[in-house]
């Protein structure tokens, strides 16, 4: 049995649909979430639906049960509350005696700068520690971070951000999704590691450059002190911790942080991962 947690969100689910296109029996997959009666569309297609609150571990010890293979999907939410519950899926699984535990890290984690690491370096020491064989999918920036602002972004004529001509080297969610359900497929996994990013790095006024080419329509990159990009985003309504980690984000990519690419993912998918072209399409006709 695969258990996919996080299933009913657009990673996780976009993972279950993967495994089901790969021939992986129905009955043979498992989503795991919090909330069941979101996955009613799942269990249409025969995907058994477990309840799994990541703060109630006696739900993951039992969504968990007779796993050959278990996908975490990193939570969301505060630090303290992310990590604590990550802890608590690792047990349950170490409990359970699941066969391996694949989990949804960040990109070079060990030294990623990006405030947003620290769960993910904390997780993973936890993991190496627990004697449970473990499979770490570190995953790349998602384009749609920054694709998803651009219909906004064109009807104002303006892309605002911090991360100056810092380069991306993002994939779209799918592609790490896929991935994702190729090595739930594989055998042998235990003890691998992978850093999954796309094959070539952008620019946000590439991104710019990119959608303006795809509307016909004027758009320009704005580069701003990250405080005043910190302020238009409370004026937009996203709350501090929110805000803070995107503008964390865009500082640290100004400096570097997500310009590395590696060729895991493509080797994965078995072909080239979307290009940046594609997803900025899907975005405007979105």
């Known amino acids: 049995m695969l258990v996919i947690t996080g299933a009913t969100g657009q990673f996780g689910r976009q993972v279950v649909e993967h495994l089901l296109r790969r021939g992986v029996p129905a009955g043979q997959v498992a989503a795991a979430v919090r909330t069941p009666a979101r996955a009613a569309g799942l269990a249409a297609l025969g995907v058994e639906v477990r309840l799994a609150d990541y703060d109630r571990p006696e739900t993951l010890r039992a969504a968990f049960a007779g796993a050959g293979k278990v996908l975490l999907v990193s939570s969301t939410g505060p630090d303290a509350t992310r990590t604590a519950q990550h802890r608590a899926a690792v047990d349950a699984a170490a409990v ?73 080297a993002s994939a779209a969610r799918a ?30 006024p590439e991104l710019a ?65 979307t290009p940046l072209s594609a997803t900025v399409a899907d975005a405007l006709r979105g």
Request: overall charge negative; charged content about 15%; proline content about 5%.
């Open 175 to 204: 592609d790490l999704a896929e991935a994702a359900a190729v090595v739930l497929t594989l055998d042998d996994q235990a003890g691998r590691t992978y850093d999954l990013t796309g094959d070539t790095a952008w620019t946000l």
């Open 209 to 273: 450059a990119e959608a303006a080419a795809q509307t016909g329509e004027p758009l320009a990159y704005t580069d701003l002190p990250a405080e005043e990009y910190r302020r238009i985003l409370h004026r937009a309504g996203l709350p501090d911790p929110v805000a803070d980690l995107i503008v964390d984000a865009d500082v640290q990519i100004s400096h570097g942080a997500l310009a590395h690419v590696t060729g895991d993912l493509a080797a994965l998918l078995g072909r080239p991962a």
């Open 96 to 168: 359970s005696g699941v066969g391996i535990l694949a989990y949804t890290s960040v990109t070079r984690a060990p030294t990623n700068p990006m405030g947003l690491a620290h769960v993910h370096r904390a997780t993973e020491r936890y993991l190496a520690g627990a004697g449970l064989p473990a499979v770490v999918l570190r995953n790349g920036w998602y384009t749609e971070n920054h694709t998803a602002a651009l219909p906004g972004a064109v009807a104002r004529g303006s892309l605002t951000g911090s991360a100056g001509t810092g380069r991306i």
